[in-house]
């Protein structure tokens, strides 16, 4: 490629057909070509041989050519096809210089490469200069006739072809006026038109419509340089503004645009050579399809490394990014208002299509962008929520309030954040994110509502268990004929109270009437379920329980005192009371009776256990019929049934054989005070004595001193009495009693003995001087007697640990 001052050339198509497709690039680059769109031009000249083309081309448009050297005679100076840009002409004009016609060079013959260049010149070219010869013109042998063929034919190969200038240009013009020459070189044309073989689709076509025709004359360049210099520069006005409408080639149509030149400059060469007929208006598409396919993937290609979009993209997969979508919605229109620039000439269905191609490929690929953003969304806002919810529920807020609220104003803050992360350019459905956040917005507030109800629950079933467990088991121990319906009481009291303090905290939670009652049901069933049991773990300890009972009432009285067996009671009355209340409280537990329903458990127990006469061991035989025989009370379902008949049978035989013991003490224990009591012989011995020792006891008025012994001699027995309490030795039996005295009398005499001497000693040594008549006194007055009995009391206080012993007042009464 040459450069002259601002011309620029180069050689598109050598001699032999080959397309200078790199000299064609960088020529477009030198000249900025593809910058202007559609404001440029492009200008052919055909002609014979030497016929001057290349030196019209450069007085016209100060290119620089290769011109003929007029010394060396005529010769073929341009070979193939060479391109230039004009200097100084708006818009931007491209002027083609093509090989001349007629050549001698490549022969009569040689005229494909002649028909190529024709065709190419007209297919690219809005202006096609014909250099022609003024004494050409009315000849039928001039030289112009087989180059106008040569287009004509040409341009039947278009099967839409753009409307091309023809600018005739008459070289060495005569005296005869340009008005004269006019209408015979038309004449000349339309014959041409005429003559040449057409397709049946334009057999009536008129030349006007493929071709707008203009004349101009100029004078011989060698003889009148100068009047031709100035015919060149009035010429040259006509190329300023050549596409606006009056122009040159204002009624264009077809124009590529001028990114687009040098493609589709090579795939027309490309088909000409091929011998291939052309549709411009497909090659118009195809020119524009592959255009702005390459301009779509170069705007990808700037898109991809853009330092905004990696810094956004990089920012959005650790959180969400501010003002997301505003700052990508930027970037892609940025991208895209570039694509749009360059590709805005090139057929319209073309370039949308894959301007919208470049959209979709772009929205893809930002796509995961925006999804990620979404997610970030969704998780803080999901995030935030638990954290408000949980202080507004903390501030004692109802819950159905709070959740209602909530959720409204966290889903108004991720659509917000939603609008915010939006892109223009896409219509992107977020719905279902919003459903997902809503869904786990509803699960978390689902979980929270099943823990608070689950602890509301809680807090009511411990209250209810603590207003029922003790309660019932105190009325289960003291069981007795309105234990039941005290029990009834009580479960509906707390049962009703517990509901109604329920059911008010469940307003606030805003569930179903459904729901409700269903937990209000499980509520009661729960009271229930507390009361039956505590009701099996007193049932399963009955046998302690009615031991307990019989225990308390055999051995207190009415006024809970203990229970001297002193003879006069009545064990056997005592007995049947006893075991009466314990056979109650095992009937009171032998069954659940929260319903009310009246049982017979009682009446059956009392005629089978107690009205018998026999409690363990009965005559009947094993055939008769036994209603404790049975595994289930009559009238009483199965799962109210705590103790079965069977086992109520069982239980009175271990109880009864358990109590026997205390009743057999008991008796014997009365027997025995019994026999304590009655020492006194029989009235009818006691007067024989009288009668038969009369004479005994007038002895002894007449001698005191035996009544002096006699009395001393009661003290002593009243003292061992005391000591060896052997009342209370023989209680037990006859001869246990004479066993454990014999081990114990002596050692008691002895410590009797001891203890009087001691008293002696202590009496002699403290009063030495004490008057003898004072004492004798005390001797006769008893002093003697009451230290022993001092003493005596002392023991029997000190020693005495019998059960039944006697008070103190009654053993004075004894001793006196």
Not at 546 to 556: P, Y
């Amino acid at each position: 490629m040459e450069m002259v001052d601002e011309c620029c050339s180069t050689h598109l198509i050598d001699g032999d057909g080959v397309f200078n497709v790199s000299g064609l690039e960088s020529f477009m680059k030198a000249v900025k070509l593809a910058e202007c769109g559609l404001s440029y031009a492009v200008v052919s000249i055909m002609g014979p041989q030497s016929s001057g083309k290349s030196t019209l081309l450069n007085q016209l448009f100060r290119t620089n050519f290769r011109e003929m050297d007029t010394f060396k005679g005529r010769s073929q100076t341009t070979k193939g096809i060479w391109m230039a840009k004009c200097v100084d002409v708006d818009p931007c004009t491209i002027v083609m210089d093509l090989e001349g016609t007629d050549g001698r060079e490549r022969g009569e013959d040689d005229t494909a490469f002649e028909k190529q260049s024709a065709l190419f010149a007209l297919t690219v070219s809005d202006i096609v200069l014909i250099n022609m010869w003024c004494h050409d013109i009315g000849r039928e042998q001039a030289a112009n006739k087989p180059l106008l063929k040569t287009v004509f034919q040409a341009m039947m190969r278009l099967f839409s072809p753009r409307k091309t200038t023809l600018l005739f240009v008459i070289r060495d013009k005569t005296k005869t006026p340009l008005e004269n020459l006019e209408p015979v070189l038309r004449e000349d044309i339309q014959k041409i038109w005429d003559s040449v073989p057409k397709p049946q689709a334009h057999k009536e076509t008129q030349l006007s419509e493929f071709f707008n025709v203009q004349v101009v004359a100029l004078s011989s360049y060698e003889e009148k340089e100068e009047q031709f210099k100035e015919q060149v520069a009035s010429l040259r006005q006509q190329f300023f503004h050549s596409i606006t409408p009056g122009g040159l080639a204002g009624d264009r149509r077809g124009v590529v645009p001028a990114s687009g030149f040098s493609f589709s400059a090579q795939e027309i060469w490309k088909i000409i050579k091929e011998n291939k007929d052309l549709d411009l208006p497909a090659h118009k598409v195809m020119v524009a399809t592959v255009r702005c396919e390459e301009i779509a993937n170069e705007k990808l290609s700037h898109f991809t490394a853009n330092e905004d979009w990696l810094l956004l993209e990089e920012g959005v997969k650790s959180g969400p990014v501010p003002v997301f979508g505003k700052q990508l919605s930027l970037i892609l229109e940025r991208c895209l208002s570039e694509y749009d620039m360059e590709a805005n000439y090139f057929e319209e269905s073309v370039r949308t299509a894959k301007r919208q191609q470049l959209e979709a490929k772009l929205l893809h690929l930002v796509h995961p962008a925006y999804q990620s953003m979404l997610g970030h969304l969704r998780s803080r806002t999901l995030e935030n929520f638990k954290e408000a919810y949980d202080k507004v529920l903390n501030k004692g807020e109802g819950f159905a309030v709070a959740s209602r609220d909530c959720t409204q104003s966290f889903m108004s803050i991720f659509d917000e954040g939603v609008a915010d992360a939006a892109i223009k350019q896409a219509n992107w459905d977020s719905s279902k994110v919003r459903e997902k956040l809503r869904r786990d917005i509803d699960a978390h507030v689902a979980s929270v509502r099943a823990a608070k109800l689950s602890e509301l629950n809680s807090l009511y079933e411990g209250q209810l268990k603590a207003a029922l467990a003790e309660p019932v088991e105190a009325l289960l121990d003291a069981a007795g004929s309105d234990t039941w319906p005290a029990i009834r009481v009580l479960l509906h009291r707390e049962t009703e109270s517990a509901i109604s303090g329920f059911s008010s905290a469940l307003s606030g939670f805003d569930i179903d009437q459904k729901t409700m009652d269903k937990m209000l049901e499980s509520l009661a069933d729960y009271a229930r379920n507390v009361v039956e049991l505590k009701a099996k773990e007193e049932a399963g300890r009955v046998l302690s329980h009615m031991k307990d009972r019989f225990a308390t009432l055999f051995n207190r009285d009415s006024d809970s005192m203990p229970r001297v067996w002193t003879g006069k009671e009545d064990i056997r009355a005592i007995t049947k009371t006893a075991r009466s209340a314990s056979l109650k409280l095992l009937s009171v537990m032998a069954a659940v009776r929260l319903d009310d329903h009246a049982d017979n458990i009682e009446n059956t127990l009392s005629l089978c256990l107690v009205g018998s006469g026999n409690s363990g061991v009965t005559d009947r035989s094993i055939t008769s019929f036994d209603p404790l025989a049975s595994s289930t009370w009559e009238e009483v379902p199965l799962t109210k049934t705590l103790i079965s008949p069977v086992q109520c049978k069982s239980l009175w035989r271990q109880f009864n054989t358990d109590t026997e013991y205390s009743v057999t003490q008991a008796i014997a224990a009365q027997e025995a005070n019994k026999r304590n009591n009655n020492w006194l012989p029989p009235p009818w011995a006691i007067l024989a004595i009288v009668i038969l020792g009369f004479n005994e006891f007038m002895t002894l008025l007449r001698n005191p001193l035996y009544l002096g012994v006699i009395f001393v001699a009661f003290l002593l027995g009243k003292a061992l009495w005391v000591q060896l309490d052997i009342s209370g030795e023989f209680r037990n039996g006859a001869l246990p009693g004479l066993l454990s005295l014999s081990t114990k009398f002596l050692p008691t005499v002895m410590n009797i003995l001891k203890r009087l001497a001691e008293e002696g000693h202590k009496a002699t040594t403290s009063d030495p001087q004490r008057n003898p008549v004072l004492e004798s006194n005390g001797i006769r007055n008893g002093t003697y007697s009451d230290s022993t009995s001092d003493a005596s009391s002392n023991i029997t206080s000190t020693e005495s640990g019998a059960e039944y012993s006697s008070p103190p007042r009654q053993r004075q009464d004894e001793s006196n």
